[in-house]
């Protein structure tokens, strides 16, 4: 599922979380004013917020991108997901704003989380973020939020989360945490969090990453997940 982080700076070592603390992408400029970006990865389990979603099996992931220089930007990502109320594939579609003011980067929008071929099962949410470079990190701390609708039994849904980038100097490697807390529609005062490590191996973008919760189950106790991106 989607974070802003995640879907336009491959699903590396976040996905599902993030929503978040990867390396940026290659760009390409001049497509409609603005600038177009894809990337994909595989890795061994799909974890959105602590909880896998394809059962602890491999996933493979991508998306595309465009952005313009005024900071409006608009995308799409997939994943393959275990079987969801019939539905096998979970598709995000989003558009937002970012920009910087004083040093402080800023980014707002909203996604579309659709699972095609599933019954009552897509839903909305809209989110937000502040963020930070102190030059030895960058520092994010955000929200999303899910409007109560009937696909989520009429409740609504609250995701805080915060996270830190660490980039050790004058390597291709990166350390980075995330702890986030979840109540409503999808958990009931769930925390999760990320310990994990990026590496860019000639234009590979290599992650670890261990993920846990406090709730007690198969899908969202402990795990180390593995992943292999590409950006272009």
Known sequence: MFTRTKALFTTVLFAGTLSAALPAQAEETGFLGGELSANIAILNDYRFRGVSLNGGDYALQGGIDWSHESGFYVGTWASNISDFNGSTMETDYYAGYAGEVNGMSYDVGGVLYAYPGGTNTDYFEVYGSVGMD????????????????????????????????????????????????????????????IVGASYNFQGLDLGISYIDTNIVGEASDATVVFSVGVSF
């Open 134 to 193: 102190l030059g030895f990190a960058a520092v994010t701390l955000g929200s999303n939020y899910a409007f109560s609708s009937d696909n989520l039994a009429n409740e609504d849904n609250l995701y805080i989360y915060t996270k830190g980038d660490i980039v050790i100097p004058d390597t291709q490697l990166s350390l980075n945490l995330h702890l986030g807390y979840e109540n409503g529609a999808f958990a009931n005062k769930k925390w999760d969090w």
